[in-house]
């Protein structure tokens, strides 16, 4: 199961100014908002790149889920040869 807390585009933005514009450190970004460093630097970089707009949910992660979930929820079985 992930641990994927979504965050709202108003919080990503909140993050990613604090980072930008107020210069606070990363570390400091992780222990108050719970999020990976990994996450805050890719928010930063989609906001850099596409503004507010590259703050928003990717339909990638959606479509996946889906797609993964359609998989688990198969009644087919597994073996060896389709891993």
């Known amino acids: ?6 965050k709202s585009v108003e919080e990503k933005l909140e993050i990613v100014n604090l980072y930008l514009e107020k ?8 222990r ?4 990976s460093d990994t996450t805050i630097r890719t928010w930063v970089r989609k906001y850099q790149q596409l503004g507010i707009a ?5 339909n ?8 993964f979930t359609g998989i688990l929820d198969s009644n087919a079985p597994i073996s060896d ?3």
């Open 1 to 6: 199961m992930s641990k994927r807390i979504p």
């Open 23 to 30: 210069g606070k450190s990363i570390s400091s970004l992780i």
């Open 32 to 35: 108050e908002y719970g999020v």
């Open 54 to 58: 590259g703050l928003r949910e990717s």
């Open 60 to 67: 990638t992660w959606t479509r996946k889920s889906i797609h």
């Open 81 to 83: 040869a389709t891993l």
